[in-house]
T-cell receptor
């Protein structure tokens, strides 16, 4: 399974765009890149997933360069409610219809008023 | 849909006691898994199942047993609780996927377990 490295913590003011970068140098050809968000005392929640280039949904964008050795989660105009831990995962299909995903320690984002 | 539900929310055990953490999902997902999360850490995979009757070990399986008799339920059993098993336990489920499909797991609210 590909290992990921992301900053331990980040601070941002309300209304700013936040970019969290994750490196995954040994990503495999079939791996997808997935980001989860976790609030205190809750289970992680899926945010976005991509394979290459750019993916955008209603809450975030995911930028993946051509070599796929890193990815950047972009949160536009963050609010206090975006304060959470963000996990970058690289998933390998393990056969029999299942993906094995490894959670690192994540990036603790603190949004400041 | 209730999604993924877990019971109990909180539990205190004495060393050596056994118990079962319950997990159920109503989304007809084939894939279910158990994670533990220790303070300041990410989630570590304990066991997973790709369908009824099929289970396999994850990263940290020692001290835990699972079974999958139905699609909906995936209980986690602690055989003889130890203080090192004090943690928050999350159950997750997802659709069965084939290679190349994107992947999303749905997590339950967690069970906070303390072993004294």
């Amino acid at each position: 399974l590909a290992k990921t490295t992301q900053p331990i913590s980040m601070d941002s003011y309300e209304g700013q765009e936040v970019n969290i970068t994750c490196s995954h140098n040994n990503i495999a050809t079939n791996d997808y890149i997935t980001w989860y968000q976790q609030f205190p005392s809750q289970g992680p929640r899926f945010i976005i997933q991509g394979y290459k280039t750019k993916v955008t949904n209603e809450v975030a964008s995911l930028f993946i360069p051509a070599d796929r050795k890193s990815s950047t989660l972009s949160l536009p105009r963050v609010s206090l409610s975006d304060t959470a831990v963000y996990y970058c995962l690289v998933g390998a299909y393990s056969g029999a219809g299942s993906y094995q995903l490894t959670f690192g320690k994540g990036t603790k984002l603190s949004v400041i008023p | 849909n209730a999604g993924v539900t877990q019971t109990p929310k909180f539990q205190v055990l004495k060393t050596g006691q056994s118990m079962t953490l319950q997990c159920a999902q109503d989304m007809n997902h084939e894939y279910m898994s158990w994670y533990r999360q220790d303070p300041g850490m990410g989630l570590r995979l304990i066991h997973y199942s790709v369908g009824a009757g099929i289970t396999d070990q994850g990263e940290v399986p020692n001290g835990y047993n699972v079974s999958r008799s139905t699609t909906e339920d995936f209980p986690l059993r602690l055989l003889s609780a130890a203080p090192s098993q004090t943690s928050v336990y999350f159950c997750a489920s997802s659709y069965s996927k084939v290679a190349g499909d994107p992947y999303e797991q749905y997590f339950g609210p967690g069970t906070r377990l303390t072993v004294t």
